[in-house]
Structure formats: C-alpha cells, structure tokens
C-alpha cells in the first residue's frame, strides 16, 4: 500500500515558518499603515519611507490625444504604458485656459478664491502652494518648465511660492524674449526653437534646440541628482506640449504628413517620448507619478476633445475634461479606470497624502486615495467656473451640478444654455427649454457660489485711532491694482462731534496708503481719490449708515496681447446706485506703492472685500469692441438678462442693522 505523504514539520521548519509568518505580517501591517495615512484615516506610522512624487502637466492636451483614455485617439505608448500602470480618470475637471488650472492645481482652491477670471496678479500668501507644503514635509522641491500661475509681482513667482528653485519660463509669451511696459500689450509670439528660458528666477537666456528637448533634459538630469539624496522630492515638470504654435522638432516632423493635422500629431509623439525618458529614469518602486492635462484641446488641428463639445476656453465639457493618470506600481492598482467626477483641486491633498502630510484647512480639494483604492466616493459637489470680459463686461460661465448630472453654461453672459450630462455626455445638446427649473436653480446655485468665491477674507483689527479699524491679508485682492476689485464700505451715521473734530476742509473717511483715499466734504460730499481720479458723490448723509461700495477693473497696459483698446472703469455706488464713473481710465501701476499697507476705515465704519468689477443694470451699457453679439448684449442688458456681478451682492451685505 502506497504511503501518504507527511506534511509534519521538524522544529527547526516550524520556527523557520513562524519567522517568515511574522515578517509578511509585519510587512502587510506597514503597508497597510501606509496606505491608510494616503487615505486620510487615523492610522499613522511614522517609520515608513516617503515617496518621491513627479507631477507632469501638458498644456492644451485634449482627451482625444492620447490612446491611454480613447483608443482611437493618437498614438502615445508612453502615456498609455503610464496608465496601465496606474489609475486613470476618465471624468476628470480642469479648467478651460491654463493659469487658472495651474493655480488651482497648486493651491487646492478654485482659481476665483485668487482672483484669477482668468488673469490674476498672484497667488495670495494665505494660500499655500503645493510645493510649499512638500517643503515642510521635508521635500526638496523644483520646478521644470511652464509657470503661468500669476507673475504680476516679486512674490508671485516660484522662487517665492516653494520652489527652492526651479528652470523655465513664467509664461509662454517670454519664450521669445522679455515682455514689459514698453511693449504696451504687443507681446511676442512663443516659441519652441532656441527659447529664451530662466534659471532660478534669473535673466532670460537662450538655449540652443527645442523646448520639449531642453526641458526634459533638464528634468532627467534633475531627477539623476535628486536620487542619489535621502532626502525625498517634488519635481513639477510643466511642458509647453501641445500648446501652439505647433513646431515639432524636424526629426519627428519629417515622419509625418506636412499638414496641421500631421504636425500636431509629431508634436504630440515628440511629447510621448519626452514622458517616456522622464519615467526611465526614475525608481518607480518609491515614486508616485500624477500625470495631467491642464485644459481641453483647441480642435485646430483635429478634434482632440472628442467625443465630448467645446474647445479650450469655451465654457462648455470638452474644455473642462482632460486625462488625469495616477500610478504608482505596487500600492495603486494597475489599469483601473475610474468614472467618478474629480477636480483639478483634489490632486493637491492627494499628493500630500502620499507624504503624509495634513492639507491646510479651508482647501476645495479631496484626497482621492480612498476612492482609488477602495472606490469609496467623494463627497458631492457643485463645481463653477468663471472667464470675465472686460471690453463687454459680463461673465462666463459653467456650473455642474452636485450630481454630475447637468452642466450650465452662459457664454459671454448671454442666455443660459443647460446641458442634460446623464442623456447626453459629450454635452452638446442645449435642453434648456424644457427644464427651466432646472435652469433656475442652477443659476441661483450658481450666483452664490461665485459670491463666496469672490470674497476676500481679509483680517480687521483696531487702528490706532479708537474709531479706525486697519484690514489686512490678501493684499493683491484687496488693493485695487489690477484686475477686478470691490470694496463695500459701511460709514455713518456720524455725530456731529466727530464731524467737528478736525479744523480740515475734508474728513478722511477710508483709504489705503499709496493707493486710494475717500474723503467727504460737507459742502459737497464724498471723493474718492485714485489714480490722479477724483470721483464724486453727493448723496452721502451723515446722519445714516450710508452703504459705499468702489469697484473697478484695472487692465495693465502690458498684459499680454489685447485685442481692443484696454478697457479700466471705475465707479462708485452708494445705496446700489452708480453716482460717479471714470472708463478708459490710463491705469498706470508705476503710481502704485506695494500691496502690503492695510486698508483703513475711520469713524468706527467696516470693510468688506471681492475681487471682481460689480456692476448695475441701471448703468448705461456700451460693449466695447466690433462683435456680432452686440445688439444681443445690449438687448439682454435692457431685460437684465446678461450675467454680471450685480452690486447687490455686495450692497446687501452693508448697513443691515440699519435698513
């Protein structure tokens, strides 16, 4: 008879097995310590390595360009290889023009909370930026390439938003040289060959060759030195790729067909290549890598956001969505696809999360390791974007709702369009008119999002007066100095005492130094001071709480290419009503002292903030430009049917108690 097999174990495999037992418990305790700090939950383990965490961002790269989302889209092995490796996001949000995307891709907050619609002066200090925050994890951080995320001021630029130090360009329009005053908004065109690039904030250089080869040259090289430290790191490398002008390198180009379609395409695989180089050389094993798309594609060439409508900086789906690519091979799963709605915001906290490092309170962002994990899902959310227009002064913009379900979208602050997402996804099919409440809603939804985006959260403490309340914080929001402003003063009602208590023709109600003053002279009432202007009203009564709002759009004179004279209104509201305005206003930034020095309200008055030109369809309305929506846009004015930022938003905030 055959003898059964023995499986008894002598002592000595015993205790070799019991090891071996401990050890992978040891180690599946670690990692799942590990991944649970990724996700967010309670569960720390402090002995565990970080990783190194590579964000590349391509600029213009629809959803259609790349095979790794649509496979019949172009041909990228080395984006699509990524995403086999990784996660991908196949209903991912940008936004529809690069630099509000880059903010808010590195503050966590929707770009409006800075002031970008979709230009702003800066990311404002109270914000920290993503490389700030892997700074105190104990990160080296560096950024390669693009920036494009404000460089208005000194403290704007990366050198000063946490990057020890970086190599590239501020935005497109220094790659053929240096843009300034003298320019007067006829900046040069970008440019791929031989590009004028800074080191660490440096003078404009040339460098010899094509800008996706020396940027990804750099990188690799960068991340070469990066690796033989112990310290852990965040490189950002931006590519200008596939943004135009469409110049691929010869070697590329030459394999394809000499037509706009061929070009785009050598372009894109010339940018394939260069990712696929970068991935080379780093240890996949410690590195987490995010790849993504900072807005929808121009469908110049082809159609690179099919399937879904619109182009880069339209309002509408195919602007907005863009591949998103996490990957990081054995703690992410390999070749998922997620169909779940996430933001350019939520990538802040989830790379914080891989260094273990708690977001700031107060971002919009959420920590996307749980979903790609575990497909727990997010939170619900409405999402809103905004573009505003100052030679026709209106708004656009596009809400999704909570659901996902519905987009609305008003292009050039005409009549709503609404887009049924759930029927119809490439949303292209306005059904607007068969779900007006829908519409209302959404709009409603819509205004008060903006409104909360729009305020500034400055700080108020006491002057050195007893009477006078000093605002600081977010200093290139609450200045005015470029771009849309709003400041809703809240004075009165005064004594007669306190009117009494100067021997000067004038009483110095509010202001800031070096850069505006309101003043209220008995005899014929306010002034506001700004610029060389002087507005006026006579309305303001003592004896009341008078509500005083001062806004305005300050449009640089070198800021970029305008296509339109530059267009910078003042005007001054008391009690919702336009009493003075100054338009074409010659705003010259020299005249303007720094940001820093507090706002400063007297005779126990308040202050409140926004960063946007409000406006009152009781004002005249003139757009400003030759365009076939003109007497469109002044007909839907007269009905007070055009999307702008009504004063109301503000006046209602100011001298409550008192109405």
Known sequence: MQSTPSFGLDGKSSIGILLLALLLFSWFSGVKNIVAEWAGTPEESQTSPTPNVLMIVVDDLGYDDTSAINRGGLTTPSITQLASSGVTFRRHYAD??????????????????SGFRPVGVEIPAEFSTLAQQFQEAGYTTYLTGKWHAGEGTEQAKPENKGFDSWFGFLNQFELSGEINTLSKGRSKKPRYNDPMLRTNGGELQRHTGHLTDILTDHTVKKIHQLQTKKKPWFLYHAFLAPHAPIQPATRYAQNFPDTPEGKYTALITQLDDAIGRILDVIDRDNTLVVFVSDNGGTNTQRNNNFPFYGKKSQPLEGAFRTPLIFSFPGVLPTGKFVDDVVMNVDIYPTLLGAARHPPPKGIDGQNLWNLMLHDRPLETRIRSWEGYHPNINTLSYSLLSSSGDWRLTTRFGTVPLLFSLSESPPGEINVADSNETVVTQLTSDFWQDHWAKARVPVIGRPGSASD???????????TPNRFGFAIGLEIGPLSINELRSTNSPYHILAGQKGSWELRYRPETGLEWLLDGQVLKDAHFDPARCNAIVLTGYLQPRAHLTQKHP??????????????????????NEANFKPLDSPTYVNFQGKAIFASTILSAFSDSYSPRGETILQKELIRLYKEEKLSISNVDLMDSQLCKEHH
């Open 468 to 478: 006078q309340t000093l605002y600081s914080g977010f200093d290139a929001l609450r």
């Open 566 to 587: 530059p267009v910078s209104p003042l005007k001054m509201y008391s009690s919702g009503f336009l009493r003075d305005s100054v338009y074409d206003l010659d705003f």
């Open 96 to 113: 529809s023009t690069c630099t509000p995307s880059r903010v808010a891709m590195l503050t966590g907050r929707y770009p409006e909370r």
